[in-house]
């Protein structure tokens, strides 16, 4: 976090780094590269990038489960990826929906 308000690169976690992560004035961390020179929406060009055992992207697994009818995985990773980047997105929302007792009913 620090090297990327400086405007330096990253050294380390390799699972980030393959996002070319980018410290934008609002200063939270979003997804690079070469997407970012297009003339789309900032949200789209640059999604936010979460951890994935964070309590605040389990809370948007859920909210993205809930409101789109209780779907499965591979919509709510469709969902999460208009806005959001999680880092092994696939591996989280199954760990969410896998204690989701509900739909495990």
Do not use: W
Not at 27 to 54: C, F, H, Q, W, Y
Request: hydrophobic content about 40%; some cysteine.
């Amino acid at each position: 976090m620090k090297r990327l308000k400086k405007g330096n690169e990253m050294r380390s976690a390799r699972s980030i780094l393959k996002l070319k992560p980018i410290m934008k004035d609002d200063g939270v961390m979003r997804v690079g590269g070469s997407i970012s020179m297009t003339r789309i929406s900032i949200e789209a060009r640059n999604p936010i990038i979460l951890p994935k055992k964070d309590h605040t992207t389990r809370m948007l697994i859920r909210y993205f489960h809930e409101n789109d009818g209780h779907c499965g995985v591979e919509q709510v990773l469709a969902i999460l990826r208009e806005q959001f980047s999680v880092v092994k997105a696939r591996t989280a929302i199954k760990l969410v929906l896998g204690r989701y007792i509900h739909c495990r009913k």
